[in-house]
């Protein structure tokens, strides 16, 4: 089974410029994130889609970030302009329908190698 | 104060000893907790997912909530050098690992040879 793929894999842009990232989920995958990881951090939920339709966008700087997810497959995430802060690692996850472990179902996310973008 | 804490380490340990890594929390409701595993220049990996309190193990792996005492670890017995990864903890307070799921900022973990 093939993983998630995400580019590119890095980026380098200056301040004010925009950028865009692609992902491509796990085959018949409905639900597809978008996190960003500062160095240092841990992963922050930008958005999510269920097939195409979004779940949750509340931590998306929507003044500069966009994100789509056309046919329910495919997702582009856009920044535009950057700024200084913006410079993180930007992953892609997916994941299929709940498992059940025992009595909870779990929703396990497969994520992408990830695109590492600098502004400078 | 955030709402969960990890220390980032760096930990060094020689291979066959026990690590243990842990987080703390501060969302009582927080009722589902994972440990993940990234590698350099990766995305995370799940290793373990627990629902409450209790132990959970799985190989040479052993996942411990205390939700009392909002403590959570994950013990790995005979570390090898391919353990040599950084470890995330993540919780939340919903069914399943997809919503708003809270991470730690990571232990980075080096297993000597």
């Known amino acids: 089974e093939a993983g998630v793929a995400q580019s590119p894999r890095y980026k380098i842009i200056e301040k004010r410029q925009s950028v865009a990232f692609w992902c491509n989920p796990i085959s018949g995958h409905a639900t597809l994130y978008w996190y960003q990881q500062i160095l240092g951090q841990g992963p922050k939920l930008l958005i999510q889609f269920q097939n195409n339709g979004v779940v949750d966008d509340s931590q998306l700087p929507k003044d500069r970030f966009s994100a789509e997810r056309l046919k329910g497959v495919d997702s582009t995430l856009k920044i535009q302009p950057a700024k200084l802060e913006d410079s993180a690692v930007y992953l892609c996850?997916?994941?299929?329908?709940?498992?059940?472990?025992?009595?909870?179902?779990?929703?396990?996310?497969?994520f992408g190698p990830g695109t590492r973008l600098t502004v400078t | 104060q955030k709402e969960v804490e990890q220390d980032p380490g760096p930990l060094s340990v020689p291979e066959g000893a026990i690590v243990s890594l842990n987080c703390t929390y501060s969302?009582?409701?927080?009722?589902?907790f994972m440990w993940y595993r990234q590698y350099s220049r990766k995305g995370p990996e799940l290793l373990m997912y627990t629902y409450s309190s209790g132990n959970k193990e799985d190989g040479r792996f052993t996942a411990q909530v205390d939700k009392s005492s909002k403590y959570i670890s994950l013990f790995i017995r005979d570390s090898q050098p391919s353990d040599s990864a950084t470890y995330l903890c993540?919780?939340?307070?919903?069914?399943?690992?997809?919503?708003?799921?809270?991470f730690g900022s990571g232990t980075q973990l080096t297993v000597l040879p």
């Open positions: 969302n009582s409701a927080f009722q589902y």
């Open positions: 996850a997916s994941s299929s329908t709940p498992t059940y472990q025992g009595a909870i179902h779990t929703y396990e996310q497969y």
């Open positions: 993540a919780m939340s307070a919903y069914p399943g690992s997809a919503r708003q799921l809270t």
